[in-house]
């Protein structure tokens, strides 16, 4: 049988090779060149939608805190912030009146290493602090019900700025826009809260109108989030587009964008999906990794299998996820104790759970192969294995491979 040799799927901070039918069809973002990067976000800051510029909205020594994202997202921020800052010392805001606050939500906190690469030359300029959930402010409810609890320091702030990645979510519709609040720096019970309503209607990549995403925009507006700087990358990461603005407005002409990348007509159904989370670090955990598992059950048939590579050096992600499929007999078990009392961590390994009683799961990864079992997946050394395994299954079996599984969602 012809063969394409060396399609290279990312792993981690490598790259593995695999071979495949010539027959089967590569899913991948749209190639979108990216732009002159200082030129883009500058064009951003002086366009900006729906708002003033930003050197027009502050005022001289306002409070102001910057949200910016955590090493678990692929946002730019060393490059996002010098243009950002010089537009606050336009209006007369000094790097004296600033906070920058890394939007960690649930996920760990960030030691000095990370937080001086992220934001690079200004570390030692700005004090930069970490989210911390048990130190919030309570600001009200909103109509669906969430209590909001925002970081005390952002809530004291003066003047609230978003800074962040827009592309696919798999329950928010998009990341970027208000998610730097909630949850990136709201309380446990707020980002539970909000997360329950997942299991609503229209929670789903790519929908803008997801309830969660409305819930977030709601703590946004109650918070007063006044301008954000958000940018949409390509595959290899560089950067499209920039927008900045209004909280909601921005938010939404940069997820045009992101749809024209990332959002992939497929011509039917493959009886086998092979998914790459996109490597480091969008592969570091089981957690992360998900969204490329989400992606591709949009592409997969019914009964087919999906091929999961994904290093996972730091595990699952979350002890209630691990603690949940550990105690967990079968997918369903995890289920319906789900739908008897939802919790973060237990809704990821439900959503695992709802693939797997559909499809076999292979994963490539560093996971230990007991847990790997006990989450649901069939655990492999070699991508070429697994995919000998699956088409023994299916005859002349189709084929659909996405490389950049997490940011890639496919359509018939």
Request: aromatic share 4%; charged share 20%.
């Given at each position: 049988m012809d063969r394409l040799s060396h399609l290279s799927l990312k792993y981690g901070k490598k790259e593995i090779d695999l071979t495949l039918p010539s027959n089967s069809q590569i899913v991948k973002p749209n190639e979108i060149p990216g732009q002159d990067e200082e030129v883009e976000i500058k064009r951003g800051l002086m366009s900006p939608i729906s708002s003033k510029k930003l050197s027009e909205l502050v005022l001289p020594h306002e409070k102001t805190a910057i949200i910016v994202s955590d090493i678990t997202r692929p946002t730019p921020t060393s490059k996002l912030l010098p243009p950002l800052l010089e537009e606050l010392n336009k209006g007369g805001v000094s790097s004296e009146d600033l906070v920058v606050v890394f939007a960690t939500g649930l996920h760990r906190k960030l030691i000095e290493e990370e937080r001086r690469s992220l934001i690079g030359d200004v570390y030692d300029q700005i004090k930069c602090i970490n989210h911390d959930v048990d130190d919030c402010t309570y600001l009200g409810n909103t109509r669906s019900g969430t209590k909001v609890s925002i970081l005390r320091d952002v809530f004291d702030a003066d003047v609230v700025i978003c800074v962040g990645t827009i592309e696919l979510h798999y329950f928010a519709g998009y990341s970027g826009g208000a998610k730097s609040i909630l949850p990136g720096v709201s309380s446990r019970e707020t980002i539970e809260m909000n997360h329950k309503l997942m299991l609503l209607p229209n929670a789903a990549s790519g929908?803008?109108?997801?309830?969660?995403?409305?819930?977030?925009?709601?703590?946004?507006?109650?918070?007063?989030?006044?301008?954000?700087?958000?940018?949409?990358?390509?595959?290899?990461?560089?950067?499209?587009?920039?927008?900045?603005?209004?909280?909601?407005?921005?938010?939404?002409?940069?997820?045009?964008?992101?749809?024209?990348?990332?959002?992939?007509?497929?011509?039917?159904?493959?009886?086998?999906?092979?998914?790459?989370?996109?490597?480091?670090?969008?592969?570091?955990?089981?957690?992360?990794?998900?969204?490329?598992?989400?992606?591709?059950?949009?592409?997969?048939?019914?009964?087919?299998?999906?091929?999961?590579?994904?290093e996972c050096p730091e595990g699952m992600g979350s002890a209630v996820l691990e603690s949940w499929v550990r105690e967990a007999n079968s997918p369903r078990d995890v289920i319906d104790r789900l739908e008897r009392n939802f919790k973060l961590g237990g809704h990821m390994a439900a959503a695992i759970a709802r693939i797997a009683e559909k499809h076999d799961i292979y994963i490539l990864s560093e996971l230990p192969t007991h847990l790997a079992e006990k989450s649901f997946f069939i655990p492999v050394k070699d991508v070429g294995v697994a995919l000998e395994a699956a088409m023994k299954k299916y005859r002349d079996a189709k084929i659909i491979v996405m490389p950049y599984g997490n940011s890639t969602l496919p359509f018939t």
């Open positions: 929908c803008a109108d997801s309830p969660v995403r409305k819930d977030m925009e709601e703590a946004g507006a109650m918070l007063g989030i006044d301008f954000i700087l958000n940018v949409v990358l390509n595959a290899k990461r560089e950067i499209v587009r920039a927008v900045a603005g209004h909280p909601v407005h921005a938010h939404r002409a940069g997820a045009i964008y992101a749809n024209q990348i990332y959002k992939i007509p497929i011509r039917e159904r493959a009886d086998i999906v092979i998914t790459s989370a996109g490597g480091a670090p969008k592969d570091l955990n089981v957690y992360q990794a998900y969204k490329a598992l989400d992606n591709a059950k949009h592409a997969v048939s019914k009964g087919g299998s999906i091929i999961l590579v994904a």
